[in-house]
């Protein structure tokens, strides 16, 4: 039996001196390397339970619809079938693409029964105009789509701030003035796994079993409980991998709901994972955006007043974009104006992606601020330092300069020109983000046999969390990662956070330090009769434990583990001191425009990036290069496209919908910002993804003076951009 | 509904051939059903030729094993591995299910393919190798333990499929240049964006065997 330490701590945790650091801030191979690289790694999608069942769902494949039938008769004869129904009634609409357009889950023995079975259902339906674009939806007379209250119109509230008429006397009064247009794509997330559960049901009041592909372990089991008839404690909800979450995946959404459903019915396991082109309609993206911006600049370069007009377009949902102007600093803030405001069509609602809003924002103000560079003849670093507040950004802009060779490079204040046919260019970005920390708990186990278990609730959505689970606790005992089993994924563990916004390591690492320190100081306590030093005079390092100032004093691991008569639970819980949100980031680009065909290349991406105490160098390199190349694919590549006519999602594969691919990929480098010596650590995955493609629109403006105010950037669009409509 | 019981209990008792002809008489017979009396229908059919459908039994040999599987003429082989095969070999993941992503790539005769384009039927007799077949998580590939050197993964759902592809790219090219490389891993998405790390692995383990090379 394990119990927990009594003794209060006899100090504070800390992170320590980082030229004493043997574990951490270094290069740590992800503790599930190997099962992930060997096919062993288990996923939801992968889980295969005696009798379990296949389910799928009928998705309505145009956004509205009157149902006027829905016959079940012939799929429910079909081979295998063990559950089926309807989720709509006739006379019931479909009101948008969505989680509402979902008319039917099937349940068989196969999934291609399931598949077949969900052929044969034959739905009677009418047409309704589609309302998939803007124009739509804004369209006199247009459907009313929104799903506010009363709503009589697409358009939401618009929120407005600031005063107008001081924003447009400070542009009159401004020596440079620049006004565009911006218009940014819904883009999907892309979760390789798709979304989906598999449950297995149990008698009575006994403990249900569900496996999710979920960025929140914690906090599926109550968002089962209801749909499962029985309190959260007892719903166990297993994640031991899952493949790739970026925002969508928060809650069991009704695909999770209807998983529990059918195995309530059947009494049997039953699997239900969206299949792709279902993904690509109910499963959320990011909100695309209108933006109107005007800013203007005095002849220093500094940014004097601005004005923003924006719709967001999140489908049914309200869509994000953070308020002007972004990251930078107007010199009079009551200069800003800024009116946004939601249009809705009938699409899927837009869900938190990655850094949500902060991509779309970032466009707009990076471009404007170019501009206003080339207008004043003044070089893209220069005005960027001119233009934000922070210190840190400064010292990154200079670096990332330096790195892809800014001082060397021609245009450094006007655009160039091609040469042949071609022309280079350089663009840059910037980053800023405040990831939280909150309430999160971790139990770290130390056993007389040596053993040690770090234990929290928290899932690893390929962010490299697991690997720290073990190796804060590792550097703490003075242990290698390998002799600390890390155990995550499971909702019995003590609860962690969702992961939203980059808080699951400024909430887990704190909690998972706190747990180690108390363990180290239980030990020490057992020590003090051994080694005869009080509590904190001892040094644990290379797998020993001694006395500090006196290595005479010693005692290797395993003879201090020796000393418990039983396993020793401490248990740690967030510690506000160990984390600290706010971070940023500076990000270049150079890209190569073939002026004739249009197409562009990108030839180099930096990045620069702070987070106080990097955990994992190798893990935070990886999360830098991911939100590069992410970036990267949203600017060259993502765009979901409809047909307007009918309301058809064209786009719902991975061959209309594209992706970066290793031919996109160019010269990456990850700069860790070593500058920033912050005693503290916190996630940092949302920053990277902000600028980038914000960097190589302005590459392309810098290579050949073609302003790109679209995304995403293809041929056709270089093109007309720099040759008018053809 | 009758089920073919492959007599001869050979692994190749059911040829490809043999196997797609029974297939398509039954989607013929389907589409006569309609317009002729049922006399009729049956007076067309020849005698000598057995009718198949539903699923069959055939072997298939994955990884050096010869293993059962239960397939329609439909069934793929990316889902005989995860769904049909017992004990199912999950490693290889499915993503896109049309040829986009790569994700399912395994080796058949030893070039890689991607299984959620490749019937089962059409794999009768011939080697396959899916991840599993490269190594395990205490034996692992030069190229698996490259990947975890690297940080060639981050949430690992494309690593399967890139762990395939690089072993292919490295045997068909071993001296690819970085361009050559990004060339022959391009049938495989990541979408964490992992792949600085990964042409870092292959590039690795390029470095290790030609070493390994110049020491023999």
Not at chain 1, 274 to 292: K, P, V
Not at chain 1, 602 to 625: E, F, W
Not at chain 2, 43 to 64: D, H, I, R
Request: charged share 25%; aromatic share 4%; net charge negative.
């Amino acid at each position: 039996m394990s119990r927990p330490t009594s003794r209060p701590a006899a100090s504070d945790p800390s992170w320590g001196e980082r030229s004493d650091l043997d574990v951490l801030n270094r290069d740590i191979p992800r503790v599930d390397g190997p099962v992930k690289a060997t096919g062993e790694a288990v996923y939801t999608h992968d889980v295969r339970l005696p009798d379990m069942l296949w389910a799928r769902v009928l998705v309505h494949p145009v956004p509205r619809a009157e149902i006027e039938s829905i016959d079940l008769e012939a799929a429910s004869e079909m081979p295998g079938v063990v559950h089926i129904e309807a989720l709509k009634e006739p006379g019931d609409t479909v009101r948008y693409l969505g989680d509402d357009a979902v008319l039917a889950v099937v349940a068989a023995e196969t999934p291609d029964q399931a598949a077949d079975a969900l052929g044969a259902i034959v739905v009677q339906a009418k047409r309704l105009a589609p309302v998939v674009t803007p124009e739509q939806a804004l369209e006199e007379g247009a459907p009313v789509v929104s799903r506010r209250r009363k709503a009589d119109s697409n358009v939401g509230r618009a929120n407005e701030r600031g005063d107008e008429a001081v924003a447009d006397a400070a542009l009159a009064g401004a020596v440079a003035v620049v006004e565009r247009t911006f218009e940014i794509p819904i883009q999907h997330h892309v979760c390789l796994e798709t979304h989906g559960h598999v449950v297995q049901p149990a008698p009575d009041n006994d403990q249900v079993t569900v496996y999710a592909s979920t960025q929140s372990v914690s906090g599926t089991p109550r968002g089962l409980a209801r749909t499962l008839g029985r309190d959260a404690s007892k719903i166990r909800v297993l994640t031991p991998h899952m493949g790739g979450g970026f925002g969508s995946k928060f809650g069991p959404g009704l695909e999770g709901a209807l998983a529990a459903r059918v195995a309530n019915v059947t009494g049997r396991p039953v699997h239900l994972m969206l299949t792709r082109a279902d993904e690509f309609a109910i499963a959320g993206n990011r909100s695309g955006s209108r933006q109107n911006l005007k800013v203007g600049a005095d002849s220093d370069g500094r940014l004097v007043g601005l004005k923003l007009e924006a719709d967001k377009l999140g489908g049914v949902s309200g869509g994000s974009l953070p308020g002007p102007p972004y990251i930078y600093t107007v010199t009079d803030g009551a200069a800003v104006f800024s009116k946004i405001r939601s249009v809705h069509t009938a699409t899927d609602g837009s869900r938190a992606m990655r850094a949500p809003g902060h991509p779309q924002a970032s466009f707009a103000m990076e471009a404007a601020v170019d501009e206003l560079a080339y207008l004043l003849g003044m070089d893209l670093v220069d005005i960027r330092i001119r233009n934000l507040e922070s210190a840190v950004h400064h010292r990154q802009l200079r670096r990332v300069a330096e790195e892809i060779g800014w001082a060397d490079h021609p245009n450094r204040d006007r655009p160039g020109a091609a040469v042949n046919g071609r022309a280079v260019g350089i663009g840059f970005g910037v980053s800023v983000w405040g990831p939280g920390g909150r309430s999160s708990r971790c139990d770290v186990t130390v056993r007389p046999d040596g053993s040690v278990v770090s234990a929290t609730a928290t899932q690893d959505l390929g962010t490299g969390a697991r690997t720290y689970v073990a190796a804060i606790v590792a550097e703490e005992l003075g242990l290698t990662v390998d002799m600390v089993e890390a155990r995550i994924g499971d909702s019995d563990l003590p609860p962690s956070v969702t992961s939203g916004g980059s808080v699951t390591t400024g909430s887990s690492a704190p909690a998972i330090k706190d747990a180690a320190h108390k363990a180290r100081e239980g030990l020490e306590a057992l020590l003090t009769d051994v080694l005869e030093a009080p509590v904190g005079s001892y040094v644990w390092k290379d797998g020993r434990v001694s006395v500090r100032g006196d290595a005479s004093r010693s005692l290797p691991w395993i003879a201090v583990c020796a000393l418990l008569r039983e396993p020793l639970l401490a248990q740690g819980e967030f510690r506000d001191f160990l984390h600290e949100g706010r971070i940023h980031g500076a990000q270049a680009a150079k890209v190569e425009v073939d002026t004739l065909t249009g197409r562009v290349k990108v030839l180099k991406m930096v990045t620069c990036q702070d987070q106080g105490l990097p955990l994992n160098r190798l893990a935070l390199r990886s999360q830098i290069n991911g939100g590069m190349v992410q970036a990267l694919s949203y600017g060259l590549l993502e765009q979901r496209v409809f047909d307007e006519q009918d309301g058809f999602l064209l786009s719902d594969n991975l061959d209309l919908y594209k992706i970066a691919g290793s031919q996109e990929i160019p010269e990456m480098v990850a700069l860790i910002d070593d500058e920033d010596e912050r005693p503290s650590v916190c996630g940092m995955a949302e920053a990277p993804v902000i600028p980038g493609h914000s960097a190589i629109a302005g590459a392309i403006h810098n290579a050949c003076g073609a302003r790109l105010t679209r995304m995403p950037f293809t041929a056709d669009n270089v093109l007309e951009t720099l040759y008018g409509k053809i | 509904m009758r089920e073919m019981d492959p007599s001869s209990g050979e692994p190749s008792a059911i040829s490809r051939r043999s196997f797609l002809k029974g297939a398509t008489q039954v989607a013929a017979a389907g589409g006569i059903i309609g317009a002729a009396p049922a006399s009729e229908q049956d007076a067309e059919v020849e005698p000598e030729v057995e009718t198949l459908s539903g699923s069959a039994s055939m072997e298939l040999l994955v990884n050096g094993k010869s293993r059962s599987v239960e397939v329609e003429p439909r069934t793929t082989l990316l889902h005989a591995l995860r769904n049909e095969m017992k004990p199912p070999l999950t490693g290889t993941k499915e993503v896109c299910g049309t040829g986009s992503c790569g994700a399912c790539t395994v080796l058949i005769d030893g070039q890689p393919a991607y299984s959620c384009l490749s019937l089962a039927v059409t794999c009768a007799g011939r080697p396959i190798t899916t991840v599993e077949g490269f190594g395990s998580a205490d034996a692992m590939s030069d190229v698996q333990q490259s990947f975890c050197d690297k940080d060639g993964m981050m949430c690992g759902f494309c690593t399967p499929g890139f762990v395939v592809a690089t072993h292919a790219a490295l045997d068909r090219a071993p001296k690819a240049s970085l361009d050559e490389l990004k060339y022959e891993l391009s049938g495989n998405f990541c979408r964490c964006g992992t792949y600085p790390h990964v042409f870092d692995a292959a590039q690795a383990v390029q470095k290790d065997r030609a070493r390994g090379e110049d020491g023999r």
